[in-house]
């Protein structure tokens, strides 16, 4: 009770439209909504101001047709709070200045030397102006603020206005000597004198901000602290070069106006490079601030000629202002043939920023990944040149605080918005998705809120209820839904005690399931833990399982909330190991990249080691730096024949080190393929005749199976074509659709046996 007595002792503070509320609009919906949940209830005038506040804010991010505005004027009847009919007067203050705005009031001047028809046209056109103007006006009652005593001595100025015009149109008319037109002249700039001060008494959010400092947009932005920093040193540089300059001092060697701005996708590069084509503008550096925006596509053409002169084209359109070149460094692929020609977009690049004809006629801020960037610019020394190692900017990833600020900005702008507890699930979901540097940081947090509110709006019944509130609410289980429909994974360690055999598999994943969830729960309750090994080396004939078994773990240490995606990518040597030198290196990585947050399975691994010159050695090398580099985001399992599997990590030291558990998978015994072959049969619901289990079992018994399940799968897939082949579609019925018979699969096993010979 104590703590809702401050809070309406806070919101009953708030008295001047000038003055922002004292909770901001998050805070109003969510104090709102407790109140909804609560058994407190509140004053009419606390209730009354809250809504109030509302609309405020609302106006403020331009929402004019509001759902409140009804909801307000209920409240109103009940509150004598002079600040409600403040509010509710706010949008009609901004419309009528709006018509205000596009009075030019100067036409309607009269000078003793006009002729009487040009006095006359002058006034009746202004009538009728006035006219219109006075449709505007509505008797908003219950205020007193200056702003309400303004807009009251605005429309009196009118009427006194629109007096004095309709005698003189009189007297005009009737050829009478004309009256005296000072008056008539100063009620006019007494009216413009009211519209000007009707604009200085608006609150200040709802003025024109186009003189507003270029810097403000910056510090509006979440997070970025390092370089609103660098950015608010850099403006205050250009601007002291600027007055050095008017007051007669000469700079030689100038920094430049390019720029290189680095990050992760969602860091806010471009709204960056839009902010310093804007600075450069209103320094006066540069004519506009227009900013083209160009990638790879639009600059390289297909044949000679076609990139120069495309480069030279956007140059052209960028001229007095910025041209923006998002991932430069697509210009120049290093693994492209002779006929690629991003070199020339490049030269003709560098040729324009220097040359007579463009020089300082236009500025070129870069975007891009740090590393790419950086090998980039280095490679091409004439382009680097033109960047001082002043004008790089890096832009980091937001913080998971930062993002959910984002979150919350994002659901606003659509009308919703997050319980508390909503919010911190959300932060959960966002981690989940930081899995590597293609996280897109503010892109995918967006994405995330807009999934949200799909979910919300799918689900939500029709009509809509009087409740407005419960039609912005984004609540925890609104999240978690979303969490649920991402998360695909179905009870993994079902799964897995489902399979057929592999005992001892079995056994060894659920006791490392166990060690996992308990070294998590030390985690969280602050206890030291010891260091999980999750990587692991399956070894076994072709079709015991490694492969099914693998995704199984994949989705079990996600369960264990180890792994971020719980994912299996499979490759193989050819994957990762290139043709030719330095390229094998970024084929791994690639591979690593797609598999983080999952598992990388890498079957028949130890075809990467085929002696000292070959490049699955660099590939193994990389690995190795990868597994370190990515740590508990990253499992990587390798897999093959048993023996052949302990040769290959005996021969590395590196990754002896780093693979310390050990899966083997037995072949299956004869019952064991039995089961799986009447499980397989069932799955596509045919039955077996009596006669066929004495029959397998006896070829189990006398057949080394090469493929274990694989070649159950096989057998079933020629069996189920056997009987196809003694089938009368016409006369058989449909029971004898479902029954395989001993002859079926003994020709499938003939079948076989006969192609795994040849």
């Keep these: 009770m104590q703590q809702w007595t401050e809070i309406e002792q806070k919101i009953q503070s708030w008295n001047s439209l000038d003055d922002i509320p004292p909770f901001n609009e998050i805070e109003i919906l969510r104090l709102l909504e407790e109140v909804e949940q609560s058994s407190y209830s509140l004053s009419k005038d606390t209730e009354s101001l809250l809504y109030s506040m509302l609309t405020f804010f609302r106006l403020k991010r331009n929402v004019t047709d509001d759902h409140?505005?009804?909801?307000?004027?209920?409240?109103?009847q009940d509150s004598e709070h002079p600040m409600v009919a403040e509010v509710q007067s706010l949008k009609h203050y901004l419309s009528v200045y709006q018509e205000l705005a596009y009075v030019d009031l100067a036409q309607y001047q009269m000078r003793e030397t006009d002729f009487d028809p040009v006095k006359l046209k002058k006034a009746k056109a202004l009538l009728s102006e006035l006219n219109d103007l006075a449709n505007l006006q509505v008797n908003r009652t219950g205020s007193t603020s200056n702003l309400k005593k303004v807009y009251d001595q605005l429309f009196i100025q009118m009427e006194e206005l629109e007096d004095l015009a309709e005698g003189l149109v009189f007297a005009l008319e009737q050829r009478?000597?004309?009256?005296?037109?000072?008056?008539?002249?100063?009620?006019?700039?007494?009216?413009?004198?009211?519209?000007?001060?009707f604009y200085d008494r608006l609150p200040a959010f709802m003025k024109d901000d186009s003189g507003e400092d270029p810097l403000d947009a910056l510090h509006h932005m979440v997070g970025l602290q390092d370089v609103k920093q660098y950015i608010n040193q850099y403006y205050h540089y250009l601007k002291y070069q600027q007055r050095r300059k008017e007051a007669g001092f000469q700079m030689v060697d100038e920094q430049g106006l390019n720029m290189v701005i680095t990050g992760n996708p969602g860091t806010g590069k471009t709204t960056i490079a839009r902010l310093l084509a804007n600075i450069y503008y209103r320094l006066g550096l540069l004519k506009n601030n227009h900013v083209v925006e160009v990638n790879r596509s639009q600059l390289v053409g297909s044949f000679m000629g076609q990139s120069e002169e495309n480069t030279l084209n956007y140059v052209k359109k960028a001229v007095g202002g910025v041209l923006f070149i998002d991932e430069a460094y697509n210009l120049k692929r290093e693994d492209q043939a002779g006929n690629d020609y991003g070199q020339a977009v490049i030269d003709t690049l560098v040729s324009s920023m220097t040359s007579s004809e463009y020089a300082n006629q236009f500025a070129v801020i870069m975007a891009g990944y740090?590393?790419?960037?950086?090998h980039f610019l280095w490679s091409n020394q004439g382009l680097r040149s033109r960047f001082p190692d002043g004008n790089f900017i890096h832009l980091p990833d937001f913080t998971n605080t930062?993002?959910?600020?984002?979150?919350e900005d994002t659901?606003?702008?659509n009308d919703y918005f997050f319980t508390e507890k909503a919010i911190s699930q959300f932060v959960s979901l966002i981690e989940k998705s930081r899995v590597d540097e293609s996280f897109g940081n503010a892109r995918t947090v967006k994405d995330l809120v807009l999934k949200v509110i799909f979910h919300i709006g799918a689900q939500h019944p029709l009509p809509l209820k009087e409740n407005w509130l419960a039609h912005m609410r984004i609540t925890e289980q609104d999240v978690a839904d979303l969490d649920d429909q991402q998360d695909t994974v179905n009870e993994p360690m079902k799964q897995l005690d489902q399979l057929i055999g592999l005992d001892n598999v079995k056994e060894e994943v659920k006791k490392l399931s166990a060690f996992v969830q308990v070294q998590q729960k030390r985690k969280s309750l602050q206890l030291p833990k010891v260091p999980i090994q999750l990587h692991a080396v399956f070894s076994g004939n072709p079709g015991t399982g490694k492969t099914t078994v693998a995704k199984l773990y994949a989705q079990i240490l996600k369960q264990c909330g180890l792994l971020k995606r719980g994912h299996l990518v499979v490759a193989s040597r050819s994957d990762l190991v290139a043709g030719y030198v330095g390229q094998t290196a970024m084929k791994t990585k690639n591979k690593v990249r797609e598999a983080?947050?999952?598992?990388?399975?890498?079957?028949?691994?130890?075809?990467?080691?085929?002696?000292?010159?070959?490049?699955g050695k660099e590939a193994i090398d990389t690995l190795v730096d990868e597994m370190t580099r990515h740590n508990e985001n990253l499992v990587i399992i390798l897999a093959g024949y048993q023996r052949e599997m302990e040769s290959f990590i005996a021969s590395n030291p590196g990754l002896e080190s780093r693979f310390k558990k050990y899966f083997h998978f037995q072949d299956y015994t004869r019952e064991q393929l039995m089961e799986m072959t009447k499980f397989h049969a069932h799955e596509y619901q045919y039955k077996l005749v009596e006669a066929v289990i004495p029959y397998l079992l006896e070829r189990f018994d006398h057949t080394k199976i090469t493929g274990n399940g694989r070649f159950i799968v096989n057998l079933i897939n020629e069996a189920i074509q056997y009987q196809a082949l003694r089938l009368d579609l016409e006369t058989d019925t449909v029971e004898?659709?479902?029954?395989?018979?001993?002859?079926?699969f003994a020709l499938a096993w003939n079948s076989m046996r006969r192609t795994n010979e040849s």
């Design 411 to 413: 659901a606003l702008q």
């Design 596 to 615: 983080l947050g999952g598992v990388l399975f890498i079957d028949e691994a130890y075809a990467l080691n085929r002696g000292q010159k070959d490049f």
């Design 68 to 76: 409140l505005n009804q909801h307000l004027e209920q409240l109103k």
């Design 402 to 407: 930062e993002l959910a600020r984002i979150a």
């Design 736 to 744: 004898s659709f479902e029954w395989l018979t001993e002859k079926d």
């Design 370 to 374: 740090p590393e790419e960037m950086e």
């Design 176 to 197: 009478k000597s004309t009256k005296e037109i000072q008056p008539y002249n100063d009620a006019i700039e007494k009216l413009g004198h009211y519209i000007t001060l």
